[in-house]
């Protein structure tokens, strides 16, 4: 049995509180509770924690007040920031201050428990030191052999890096592994998803801006770049990047100094860049989406990350450390994999690579309580995105026929059939008044299949 995990929860609203409380005991996580800046400070002095969820908002000051005050005086303790919808300022502020991640109002359970999970792991890798972040890119394939090998290398230089790989091949922690086994380890590692900063806030965002340089500016920012001075600056999903931003990024880049939005002088910047993307950048070149200038400057070294289909002799090692880490965290024993279960991993062609092996070992140890899983624990997709949905479809009432062929291309497949499932329980234990081992027998699924689903769905 693993030891327990602990968290801080800091909000003002009780129900928020209780809600958080209630997601994460789930988990197995034991928390603690403060409703201002004033409890939590003298909880964190009190108790040693494994992550924090604060309010953006508190009646004694800013959560983001507390995020600093945790990375500089707790910094094995992982923050998240819970902000308003919509509100990317607060986010990217969040970011910067040295939290690892927000969630938004009204909080979406599967979102939180991603990020919980997350929080966790990045928590555990800072404890045991870059080995245990490099031990997760697993494979005695020659390309994985290959790519530890690069990354050895690149570590030790300053030089930008382009990691290109399918989704799912685990591009952000190729970049950690790089940063973590490198000179500037102990400096940050800022990550940040080009795609999801709206272009008017973009600039900003990057460099920061001067007090009055627009509406809303009612103070100095600092950007993304001084964030990362000492540091590593990771810009995923480089692609989505517009024109005029990449020339802006290039000078930066080029003249290693920024200048903030209503600044007269430019500040230098000491930050390494890395850099990834799905799409093909060399195509986007070629098309005049993406700057020339700026691909051969971000493409110094290129780290290409193999896709699971291409490396299927990692499959069953890999299945092992996945399990084990899982069944570490469940505080059960490790299961095997029976041959037909390894046999129907190495026909299946993984379109979510890692990411996607890793939900379909969860999702089987969640529902398995045997030593050994077969392949029918693996509930792989069969018969293709589209006959698989309409049968999801019809098994909940729904008329196939209301299908859009659009909306079962795979990219959107889980979150599609998520949906299904959820109005067929949510039918069902109307119909059943809440009894949940009716329930179970009047879907076909057992009392703990069930109840592995209430708790996937945020059925409560």
């Known amino acids: 049995m693993s030891e327990t995990r602990s968290a801080l929860i800091v909000d003002d609203e009780r129900d928020i509180r209780e809600l ?53 005086k707790y910094p094995e303790t992982p923050v998240a920031m819970i902000t308003a919808f919509g509100n990317v300022e607060a986010a990217v ?14 909080v979406d359970l599967p979102v939180l428990r991603d990020l919980v999970r997350h929080a966790l792991d990045l928590q555990q890798a800072r404890k045991a030191g870059s080995d245990a972040v490099a031990s997760r890119l697993y494979g005695e394939s020659p390309a994985m052999t290959t790519l530890r090998q690069t990354i050895a290398k690149v570590a030790r230089s300053q030089a930008p890096v382009y990691i290109a790989g399918e989704s799912g091949v685990g591009k952000e922690l190729v970049a950690r592994t790089i940063h973590a086994e490198g000179a500037r380890a102990d400096a940050p590692f800022v990550p940040v998803n080009c795609g999801a900063i709206p272009s008017e806030l973009m600039e900003s965002e990057f460099f920061g801006h001067k007090k009055g340089s627009f509406t809303g ?5 600092p950007g993304l770049f001084q964030t990362a001075e000492g540091g590593t600056l990771f810009l995923d999903e480089v692609a989505e990047l517009p024109l005029p931003m990449q020339v802006k990024l ?13 600044a007269n002088t430019e500040h230098p910047v000491d930050v390494r860049i890395l850099s990834a993307t799905h799409k093909d950048l060399a195509k986007l070149v070629a098309e005049g989406k993406f700057r020339q200038d700026l691909y051969y400057r971000i493409n110094v070294i290129e780290l290409a990350v193999p896709p699971l289909r291409e490396r299927l002799e990692d499959l069953p090692g890999l299945s092992t450390k996945i ?47 045997g030593d050994v899983l077969t392949a029918s624990d693996l509930h792989l997709p069969r018969g293709g995105a589209t006959s698989e949905s309409h049968q999801a479809a019809a098994a909940a009432g729904v008329d196939p026929r209301s299908i859009d062929p659009r909306d079962t291309a795979t990219s959107a497949l889980p979150s599609y059939i998520e949906e299904i499932e959820r109005a067929a329980i949510q039918h069902a234990l109307q119909e059943n008044r809440y009894n949940k081992t009716k329930t179970a027998q009047s879907l076909g699924i057992t009392f703990r299949a069930l109840r592995y689903k209430l708790k996937k769905l945020g059925i409560d």
């Open 20 to 72: 958080l409380v209630m997601t994460l005991s789930r988990m197995g996580v034991r928390c603690d509770t403060a409703s201002n800046l004033g409890d939590a400070r003298n909880q964190l002095q009190r108790n040693t924690y494994d992550l924090c969820l604060t309010d953006m908002r508190l009646p004694d000051g800013s959560g983001i007040d507390l995020v600093g005050e945790i990375s500089q």
């Open 93 to 106: 502020e969040a970011l910067k201050a040295g939290a690892f991640d927000f969630v938004a109002k009204p």
């Open 217 to 221: 500016a009612h103070a100095d920012k």
């Open 250 to 262: 290039l000078r930066a880049i080029q003249e290693k100094s920024v200048r903030a939005v209503g």
């Open 323 to 369: 399990m084990g880490r899982l069944a570490e965290a469940q505080g059960r024993g490790v299961p095997t994999l029976a041959d037909d279960a390894v046999k129907a991993l190495r026909e299946y062609p993984f379109p979510g690579n890692v990411r996607e092996l890793e939900n379909i070992l969860e999702r089987a140890l969640a529902l398995s309580d």
